[in-house]
């Protein structure tokens, strides 16, 4: 392979126009060639990595005519650190930890996937305590990476106060996480067979106070941001990604159900203890970013349901099952999918007999998110740019991995 | 004392009250958007925090200024000044009471809007010189913008001018004195001034040529140091101009109603006038807490086909009332 595109880009600022360049990088077919950049009537910007809006460190190659954008492309690979690789070589237990780094916003969802497929090729049977453990901590989680979206959304078409009435909820869902599973972000709490800990009478007393504000909370979140006139008129009918697309492009998750299609893995493929549960699951057709915040915001609220039922119901019993220190999984291959707040999040896991994975293959919803929204950004104004790439709720963690 | 001296100390005391203004204002800014935000802003420095701009300043001062490669450098080292020396200039026909007045024009209002006008340019300058393009968005879209705010921002100031009768800001208030505030019989006016005015500020919901979240920081991204220290002062020397002026026009400058001239007419008035500015400041910091950015297109046609037609419209209204009025009521000017 021609490893030229790797550094495609080495020359576009440069006053030297590369005409004698045999090869085009597929970014530079379509934008102007052989003359300075910033000498034509098309501008090509590099929005990122170390752009404010770009959600960590994307980089998107926009060729503007004016402010509205011809032509985008996004270079991912920043944030790559090789999990699925870096996978082959832990233990079955220690994968967690790996996981969490992915999808760093909603850990204990990651977890679970390989949990999930783990306990698929060992046939484990896990105890309903631990299930429905599970339900509550990737609930709360739930809430808590909705939240960062939430804030970080408000951002993104400019309002600054929306974004630290966020942070103080997820404040709150962070200290029930430590409580529980002794860290903020890095949980490695789910664990093939159960999860680590039981839940503890301080969380339960936390998780009652979250419960007592949150949804006075959410109602002030909808007048602060979506019931702004300012905000509708930012996200109404900006950034439409239609049912066909959506499809096409493998969206899942609140991205896909905005679009029309109400495919939830909780629902249609129910893992843990969802199949106990009673929430719905809030649709919309329109495919605007209004449509997907409204989705979005739906799903905290129903996330704040199950989490209602959980801790009223929680089962009495063991919290992990009988599994040996070392877990050897017979020869075998299981693919395990949870809906985390991002969409499908799928582990592949092929196993040789041995303490380790022979492979693992993880599924970013957000790496399909991205592509769309990449697809969908041209004939749009640079500030719709920013504002479409965030509605897609991209975690760079989860898409480089 | 001789003319000199008293105009250099004029000058002395407007750019002392410019820095002592970017100073507490940048310190209220901090506070307000804290405690708008569930936070609390600065706290360790001083009493409260208050030496925070102090030390920010400081760090500004000594900071490393690199000059980026690929400037234009004398158009980039002009942009600063040329955004900060017209901010400067728009103090002078602010009249701050009675007496308290550093150049007293007779078509102050005029003045103060095109001093202010100029400060575009500097800011097309910066983004023009800074060989960005980033910089280079955030200075067409100031200048899109300006050519979008000025003419309905002028138009909105109309109305009280036509009740006064004079262009001077000074007697635009003595003909508050004693009568109605313009905001009751201009009150249309006074809104369309406040949307212009925020544009012209570049403030939420209209801060199109800074726009952090889409032009990293727009024309001022290629600033470091004392540089950007000044670009960031004149932003906040233009607010304190556009309150004043909201002051002087709509909320009776140094007056307060029952309160009888006398008392008002030096420093006690220029208090009033202090206080009712900061007010509308607190106001201006509320809305950029709160309030998400317009885009740009909506911007625009904010400006062309609501701003523009409706202060027309409203400037007939005003013309009728003000011809007609007395002949209609009975002789009340």
């Known amino acids: 392979m021609d490893p030229r595109h790797l550094v495609e880009h080495a020359g576009w600022l440069t006053d030297t126009p590369p005409t004698d360049v045999g090869f085009v990088p597929a970014s530079l077919r379509r934008a102007p060639m052989g003359v300075d950049a910033l000498d034509t009537e098309r501008l090509i910007v590099n929005m990122g990595p170390q752009h404010p809006s770009t959600h960590g460190v994307l980089r998107v190659l926009l060729e503007l005519d004016g402010e509205e954008v011809v032509a985008a492309e996004s270079v991912i690979g920043y944030l790559h650190r090789g999990i699925e690789k870096l996978a082959e070589h832990r233990r079955y237990n220690a994968v967690g930890t790996l996981m969490d780094r992915g999808d760093y916003v909603s850990g204990i969802h990651n977890e679970l996937a390989f949990a999930l497929a783990a306990e698929a090729i060992m046939e484990i049977e896990v105890p309903r305590r631990a299930q429905w453990l599970r339900v509550l901590m990737a609930e709360l989680n739930r809430i808590a990476s909705h939240l960062v979206w939430y804030g970080t959304f408000g951002l993104d078409t400019g309002a600054m106060g929306q974004f630290l009435y966020a942070v103080r909820d997820r404040e709150a869902l962070l200290d029930i996480l430590e409580d529980v599973t002794g860290q903020r972000m890095m949980f490695n709490y789910v664990r093939p067979g159960g999860v680590v800990a039981d839940i503890t009478p301080t969380a339960v007393e936390k998780i009652h106070a979250f419960l007592s504000t949150i949804d006075t909370h959410l109602d002030e979140h909808d007048q602060l941001l979506g019931g702004n006139e300012i905000f509708q008129g930012r996200v109404r009918g900006v950034g439409t990604i239609d049912l066909e697309t959506a499809i096409a492009f493998g969206l899942t998750g609140a991205n896909l159900r905005a679009s029309g299609l109400g495919f939830d893995v909780r629902k249609d493929r129910p893992y843990a203890a969802y199949d106990e549960m009673d929430f719905a699951v809030p649709m919309s057709s329109d495919g605007d970013c209004l449509a997907r915040y409204l989705v979005r915001m739906g799903e905290m609220r129903e996330a704040v349901r199950i989490v209602r039922q959980c801790i009223e119901g929680l089962p009495e019993g063991e919290f992990m099952a009988k599994v040996p220190k070392v877990l050897r999984p017979p020869v075998g291959e299981a693919y395990a999918a949870v809906e985390s707040p991002r969409g499908e999040l799928g582990v592949h896991l092929v196993s040789d007999g041995s303490d380790t994975p022979y492979r693992m293959r993880y599924r970013p919803p957000a790496l399909y998110a991205l592509q769309a929204a990449e697809a969908i950004l041209p004939g749009t104004l640079l500030a719709d740019a920013v504002v479409i790439l965030g509605s897609v709720d991209v975690v760079l963690g989860e898409i480089d991995r | ?333």
């Open chain 2, 1 to 333: 004392m001789s003319p000199v001296l008293i105009a250099t100390l004029r000058v002395l005391a407007a750019v002392g009250l410019m820095l002592l203004n970017g100073v507490v204002l940048i310190y209220m800014l901090r506070k307000v958007l804290g405690h708008l935000h569930v936070r609390l802003g600065p706290t360790e420095l001083g009493p409260a925090g208050m030496f925070q701009t102090l030390a920010d300043v400081v760090k500004l001062l000594t900071k490393e200024d690199p000059t980026p490669g690929m400037v234009d450098r004398v158009l980039y080292f002009l942009a600063p000044l040329i955004v900060f020396v017209p901010s400067l200039a728009a103090y002078a026909a602010l009249p701050f009471s009675s007496s308290i007045i550093a150049a007293d024009l007779d078509a102050g209002l005029l003045f103060t809007f095109a001093i202010l006008s100029l400060v575009t340019l500097g800011i097309f300058a910066a983004g023009w010189a800074s060989y960005n393009k980033w910089s280079l968005l955030g200075a067409m879209r100031s200048i899109a913008q300006q050519v979008t705010y000025e003419v309905p921002l002028l138009l909105a100031a109309l109305p009280p001018v036509m009740i006064a009768g004079s262009m001077n800001l000074a007697d635009i208030v003595r003909a508050q004195q004693g009568s109605v505030w313009f905001i009751v019989p201009c009150f249309p006016a006074f809104l369309f001034f406040l949307v212009a005015g925020l544009i012209e500020a570049n403030q939420t919901p209209f801060d199109m040529s800074e726009a952090e979240s889409e032009l990293v920081a727009g024309f001022a991204t290629e600033y470091a140091s004392m540089k950007f220290g000044l670009l960031f002062l004149s932003e906040f020397s233009n607010t304190f101009v556009f309150s004043a002026l909201m002051v002087t026009l709509f909320f009776g400058g140094w007056t307060l109603p029952f309160v009888p001239d006398a008392l008002l007419s030096g420093v006690g008035g220029a208090v009033v006038f202090m206080i009712k500015t900061y007010l509308v400041i607190a106001v201006l910091m509320w809305v950029r807490g709160t309030l998400p950015r317009v885009r740009i297109d909506q911007l625009l046609s904010l400006g062309w086909k609501v701003l523009l037609p409706a202060t027309l419209v409203w400037i007939v209204i005003t013309g009728l009332a003000v011809k007609l009025g007395p002949a209609l009521i009975g002789g009340v000017s």
